[in-house]
């Protein structure tokens, strides 16, 4: 999953970034206004955390424009403690929910999370398919109650299937999602991340729709 940090305090958005990465997301990181607009609206983020007070142009603004435009990825907006109107403006003009600074990281994840979950129509923190589980609270895996290790970018793709339930997904959005804008992308090594997955977690699991992409196999007598 994919995710765009819109924050000018420099320390925070590299605290931001590990935490993101730690958690088996990939991250882009701007620090002005501007260059937030622009990403927002040509890269398909899955969630984005706006700081308001950016330079060149606030968070405010930008998230207008981004709604205008139909941009409709989550976003969580983070304020000054003391300015409960930049709430009540950010929630109107589109926002999914505030965090005011100062705040804690593990509080932070936890709203990213949820956010994440209800865009895609899921509820619970743990996303099951048959006897696989990915919790994304711990970033782990496991199959038939076993731990499974994954590489971060298998962890990546995977998270990103077992978030679009009976989807095709074509392997230029996964490509898309699993890599950040400065990162030079190749498509065909999701086929790489593909053939691993498979060897872990069992053939069947993953199906191939050619000319499409890729789907997780629903399971016998239940859903992905």
């Not at 088996?24 to 706006?50: K, M, R, S």
């Not at 308001?52 to 139909?70: E, K, N």
Request: proline share 4%; charged share 30%.
């Amino acid at each position: 999953m994919r995710v765009l940090i819109a924050e000018d305090d420099r320390e925070l958005g590299r605290q931001l970034l590990k935490a993101l990465d730690g958690a088996g997301y990939v991250a882009d990181c701007v620090a002005n206004g501007e260059d937030a607009q622009h990403l927002g609206e040509t890269e398909p983020y899955d969630a984005v955390v706006l700081d308001l007070g950016l330079p060149l142009r606030d968070g405010l603004s930008v998230l207008r424009a981004w709604r205008a435009a139909g941009r409709d990825m989550p976003v969580l907006i983070l304020t000054a403690r003391d300015r409960w109107h930049e709430k009540v403006e950010g929630i109107d003009a589109g926002a999914d929910d505030y965090l005011a600074k100062p705040f804690q990281m593990a509080e932070l994840m936890a709203r990213l999370r949820a956010l994440i979950r209800r865009a895609k129509g899921l509820s619970q923190p743990e996303l099951i398919c048959g006897d696989l589980r990915l919790d994304t609270r711990q970033g782990s895996v496991t199959l038939q109650g076993m731990p499974v290790s994954l590489t971060a970018q298998e962890y990546r793709v995977l998270s990103y299937l077992m978030h679009h339930p009976g989807q095709v997904i074509s392997r230029a959005e996964l490509t898309e999602h699993i890599y950040a804008q400065d990162f030079d992308r190749d498509s065909n090594t999701i086929e790489v991340f593909i053939g691993r997955l498979r060897k872990k977690l069992g053939q069947d699991l993953i199906e191939t729709r050619r000319g499409l992409g890729y789907r997780l196999a629903a399971p016998e007598g239940g859903q992905a």
